[in-house]
């Protein structure tokens, strides 16, 4: 019997499309970025989308085939190119994408709590860090075991530092606040078992009074190691959260900046999800002085400071690298960003009550840019209705659509649809 073929990834069926792998450190694939400098003068707009939280490159390519596809009909007289960013992240596999995952029975189904780790999460995570394997092997078995002992919490929490690589360099710092001593999230610092029934409480919020009752968590041990697996699921978060600006500054920032010498005349679009939307966000902090090729950004669920491009954020004035409008698409049904995010960004110390998250630590994607001056608020409607406006940043309530998931995350990857696309183009000035 002949061996099985290996299984080929998506295809995007949009033309022009061009493929740009960049690793951790923000190295692209020499190949890659030479033929995309070569080509892309063929095109007027090109359009360059970076996945958020995805285990590989089949399924980010699914999503930007789903994403692109209503372009060109949307756009049927423009030159439009388009780029797929590939970088190393992953996604815990037991969270559904609406509409895209084949194996998800419905959209809106709450998801029991897992404790242990799914054979796609594990392998996932021996991917996003190498040589990590036998430190997910431990903490897949202290999942499974579920001592009652305080020390195996303690281990977990030390387990679950070193697969992250948290040290007194490391930092995912959108603000100030959050560039200091303790630069890293309570969640990391603090009594991990405490941690833990923080998360599993969390997971209890983020289901909403419709949850089915079998989301609703037993009391005692068997809660707090569900809270272990979110908090495992947070600090991987965290890690990636990290790697997307290092990658979105030492990579995607200089790339355009050579597509900028040679073709001068592509107009570049910039669109990122989740943590994606960081990564093209810090390639604004690595765009040279001299590249001014880049007309609009679109962030589509940003898994980042509300602050980032306020005084007090670490990409502060970075939006007049923009030669259009910085738009950020949020929507109050995604529960990963409103109930998630704020607990796992608090820093260790951090004495403010819990009601009082979203406020210091809330993320781009579930209220729009906060202190910001002259940033605006529009709904959805508003913005297709009369358009986007031209220059400056801009908040867009797109809880018009992007409203379908399960908890834990809600409609975080809610955002495949035509509206989202028409923002998009709408922000670049693309003749439609």
């Given at each position: 019997m002949s061996a099985p073929k290996p299984r080929q990834a998506p295809e995007v069926h949009v033309r022009p499309y061009w493929e740009l792998r960049f690793d951790a450190d923000g190295d692209p694939d020499p190949g890659q970025l030479g033929t995309l400098l070569r080509q892309a003068h063929q095109v007027r707009?090109?359009?360059?989308?970076?996945?958020?939280?995805?285990?590989?490159?089949?399924?980010?390519?699914?999503?930007?085939?789903?994403?692109?596809?209503?372009?060109?009909?949307?756009?049927?007289?423009?030159?439009?190119?388009?780029?797929?960013?590939?970088?190393?992240?992953?996604?815990?596999?037991?969270?559904?994408?609406?509409?895209?995952?084949?194996?998800?029975?419905?959209?809106?189904?709450?998801?029991?709590?897992?404790?242990?780790?799914d054979k796609g999460t594990r392998q996932g995570l021996i991917e996003?860090?190498?040589?990590?394997?036998?430190?997910?092997d431990l903490l897949a078995r202290r999942l499974e075991e579920q001592s009652d002992a305080a020390s195996a919490f303690d281990e977990f929490g030390g387990?679950?530092?070193?697969?992250?690589?948290?040290?007194?360099?490391?930092?995912?710092?959108?603000?100030?606040?959050?560039?200091?001593?303790?630069?890293?999230?309570?969640?990391?610092?603090?009594?991990?078992?405490?941690?833990?029934?923080?998360?599993a409480a969390a997971l209890e919020t983020a289901a909403g009074p419709g949850a089915a009752a079998a989301f609703r968590l037993p009391g005692g041990l068997a809660k707090a190691w569900k809270g272990a697996h979110e908090l495992l699921r947070q600090a991987t978060y965290f890690a990636m959260k990290r790697r997307a600006g290092k990658v979105g500054k030492a990579g995607l920032g200089p790339a355009l900046g050579r597509l900028a010498e040679e073709a001068p005349r592509v107009r570049v679009h910039l669109v990122g999800h989740s943590f994606g939307a960081r990564l093209v966000?810090?390639?604004?902090?690595?765009?040279?002085?001299?590249?001014?090729?880049?007309?609009?950004?679109?962030?589509?669920?940003?898994?980042?400071?509300?602050?980032?491009?306020?005084?007090?954020?670490?990409?502060?004035?970075?939006?007049a690298r923009v030669d259009g409008p910085l738009v950020a698409c949020f929507s109050r049904y995604d529960t990963a960003l409103s109930v998630m995010y704020p607990l796992a960004s608090r820093l260790a110390g951090d004495d403010r009550a819990l009601v009082d998250l979203g406020e210091r630590w809330g993320a781009l994607g579930h209220d729009g840019f906060q202190d910001v001056d002259g940033a605006v608020r529009f709904t959805l409607a508003d913005v297709l209705r009369a358009g986007v406006p031209g220059a400056g940043c801009v908040s867009?309530?797109?809880?018009?659509?992007?409203?379908?998931?399960?908890?834990?995350?809600?409609?975080?990857?809610?955002?495949?649809?035509?509206?989202?696309?028409?923002?998009?183009?709408?922000?670049g000035r693309v003749t439609t």
């Open positions: 707009d090109l359009v360059v989308f970076a996945h958020g939280w995805n285990n590989d490159r089949s399924i980010a390519t699914r999503l930007y085939d789903r994403f692109f596809a209503p372009f060109p009909d949307l756009a049927p007289s423009s030159s439009i190119g388009y780029v797929g960013v590939l970088w190393p992240s992953m996604r815990f596999t037991d969270e559904q994408i609406p509409d895209f995952d084949r194996s998800a029975a419905s959209t809106t189904t709450a998801t029991v709590p897992r404790t242990t780790l996003a860090f190498p040589r990590s394997e036998p430190v997910v387990l679950v530092r070193q697969l992250v690589g948290v040290g007194p360099s490391v930092s995912g710092a959108d603000t100030s606040e959050d560039g200091g001593p303790h630069s890293t999230p309570a969640m990391l610092h603090e009594d991990t078992r405490a941690m833990c029934l923080e998360f966000s810090f390639a604004l902090a690595g765009l040279p002085k001299s590249a001014h090729n880049v007309k609009s950004v679109t962030l589509l669920q940003g898994a980042f400071s509300h602050y980032v491009f306020a005084d007090r954020g670490a990409l502060k004035g970075r939006q867009v309530d797109a809880a018009q659509v992007v409203r379908n998931g399960p908890p834990p995350s809600g409609a975080h990857s809610d955002i495949c649809h035509a509206e989202l696309a028409r923002v998009v183009l709408g922000a």
